[in-house]
């Protein structure tokens, strides 16, 4: 399988300011197909997770253009330019390049200083 | 808008079983696979099992494999997972989850305990 890592696995960051996490994965996720199915979720206190970034840069409609994510092969980063309140929540990565299985980061928890 | 619904969640001691639903609409549930993932209170995500879309082809993760089933059916544009054999360890709060993880239901809470 896959392993998925995050870090940091906590970022205190001050409003306004900007964040960044990065995931690195066991082995590269360029699929056979030439797309690198990395993906990154948010999941807000007490929500299920949400969509935000799919083929590690690609954003889902709706979501706020300070949320940008970049990288290739094995190394991956989910950047926030500005960090607002309804930002804070825990951050996973994950792939679906090779299946079975899919697997996740171990989560970064984002909160305001 | 897509909406999917999950229930069937609860108490149940070590050993029983439980059999959830999740009911989907907004999009031809016929066409496309569908994901369970579970979340341990206060833990990460868990990805768990996945049925392609004519209920064919399954996966399990190993730590449920032999003991959770998941089927569908599409003329009523549900998906299950029937948990059996439960264990205190497969209390999370279970999610259905969309062929590419764009959608999520809110999830039902299974509680394995005596």
């Known amino acids: 399988d896959i392993v998925m890592t995050q870090t940091p696995l906590s970022s205190p960051v001050t409003l306004g300011q900007p964040a960044s996490i990065s995931c690195r994965s066991s082995q590269s996720l360029v699929h056979s197909d030439g797309h690198t199915y990395l993906s990154w979720l948010q999941q807000r206190p007490g929500q299920p997770p949400r969509l935000l970034i799919y083929?590690?840069?690609n954003r889902l409609s709706g979501v706020p253009d300070r949320f940008s994510g970049s990288g290739a092969g094995t190394d991956f980063t989910l950047k926030i330019s500005r960090v607002e309140a309804e930002d804070v929540g825990v951050y996973y990565c994950m792939h679906a390049t090779q299946f079975p299985p899919y697997t996740f980061g171990q989560g970064t928890k984002l909160e305001i200083k | 808008d897509v909406q999917l619904v999950e229930s069937g969640g609860g108490l149940v001691q070590p050993g029983g079983s439980l059999r959830l639903s999740c009911s989907v609409s907004?999009?031809?549930?016929?066409?496309?696979?569908m994901h369970w993932v579970r979340q341990a209170p206060g833990k990460g995500l868990e990805y768990v099992s996945a049925i392609n879309p004519d209920g064919l082809k399954t996966y399990y993760a190993d730590s449920v494999k032999g003991r959770f089933t998941i089927s569908r059916d599409n003329s009523k544009n549900t998906l299950y997972l029937q948990l059996s054999s439960l264990r205190p360890e497969d209390t999370a709060v279970y999610y259905c989850?969309?062929?590419?993880?764009?959608?999520w239901g809110q999830g039902t809470l299974v509680t394995v305990s005596s």
């Open positions: 989850v969309t062929l590419s993880f764009d959608y």
């Open positions: 083929k590690s840069s």
């Open positions: 907004g999009f031809t549930f016929s066409n496309f696979a």
